[in-house]
């Protein structure tokens, strides 16, 4: 379980990786002008029928509550930010846990 933990935080970070170089040569490419592709526009980009899906399916089972301000707050940030955030988080809680030793005199 913590291998799968791992692995998948570095499939995240390398995720986060490519976004982050996609920006950087939107960047270059725009004539200096820092760019920044949010993660909405990216996942309405690429699928825009499972976006619509997934707030249809937080909304009717969770409530209407969660999309607005948290996941919202999440879709505006840049997508290499996001990524990169869970792939650490992910990585860290897949560490092996290192035993301690307790000693008692």
Same mark, same amino acid.
């Given at each position: 379980m913590l291998t799968l933990l791992r692995i998948f935080g570095v499939w995240l970070l390398l995720l986060a990786m490519v976004a982050a170089v996609i920006d950087a040569t939107k960047s270059l490419a725009g004539g200096g002008a820092w760019v920044v592709t949010p993660m909405g526009d990216q996942w309405a980009a690429l699928s825009p029928e499972s976006l619509a899906a997934a707030k249809a399916a937080v909304?009717?089972?969770?409530?209407? #509550?969660?999309?607005?301000?948290? !996941?919202?707050?999440?879709?505006?940030?840049?997508?290499?930010?996001?990524?990169?955030?869970?792939?650490?988080?992910?990585?860290?809680?897949?560490?092996?846990?290192?035993?301690?030793?307790? #000693? !008692?005199?």
């Amino acid at each position: 379980m913590l291998t799968l933990l791992r692995i998948f935080g570095v499939w995240l970070l390398l995720l986060a990786m490519v976004a982050a170089v996609i920006d950087a040569t939107k960047s270059l490419a725009g004539g200096g002008a820092w760019v920044v592709t949010p993660m909405g526009d990216q996942w309405a980009a690429l699928s825009p029928e499972s976006l619509a899906a997934a707030k249809a399916a937080v909304e009717a089972n969770v409530g209407a #509550f969660l999309w607005d301000p948290v !996941i919202t707050t999440i879709l505006h940030a840049p997508t290499w930010v996001v990524f990169g955030i869970l792939g650490v988080l992910l990585y860290w809680l897949g560490q092996k846990r290192k035993p301690v030793e307790v #000693f !008692i005199n």
